[in-house]
Nanobody
Framework: QEQLVESGGGLAQAGDSLRLSCTAP???????MAWFLQAPGKEREFVAA????????LMADSVKGRFHVSKSRTKDVMYLLIDTLKPEDTATYYC????????????????WGRGTQVTVTS
């Protein structure tokens, strides 16, 4: 089954900005979507969620003001813009989707991508 596909990760310097993308396959159309990150040796943690329309968003307190979630005009692509990158942003970033859930719990999302690695150097 085709998965969600993340892109946009890579190596960046502290202070730069980076935009990640996640494309939803057909079966996920209409779903709420979310970003999670997993730093080395740590558990996967919630970053942001957005409704299919893009009209509703939820951000983790730890990223408010520096991370911004949005959708494409066609609604099938979710973005995560990270401003003023910090070395502690280094992690694998995953996107997820659910037809019925729009919160912060990892276990409640149905579909996942394989992740995109972001590495920030000082």
């Amino acid at each position: 089954q085709e998965q969600l596909v993340e892109s946009g990760g890579g190596l960046a310097q502290a202070g730069d900005s980076l935009r990640l993308s996640c494309t939803a396959p057909g079966y996920a159309y209409g779903s709420n979507m979310a970003w999670f990150l997993q730093a080395p040796g740590k558990e996967r943690e919630f970053v942001a969620a957005i409704s299919w329309s893009g009209g509703g968003t939820l951000m983790a307190d730890s990223v408010k003001g520096r991370f911004h979630v949005s959708k494409s005009r066609t609604k099938d692509v979710m973005y995560l813009l990270i401003d003023t990158l910090k070395p502690e942003d280094t992690a694998t970033y995953y996107c997820a989707a659910s037809q019925t859930y729009d919160g912060q719990a990892v276990e409640n999302y149905t579909w996942w991508g394989r992740g995109t690695q972001v590495t920030v150097t000082s």
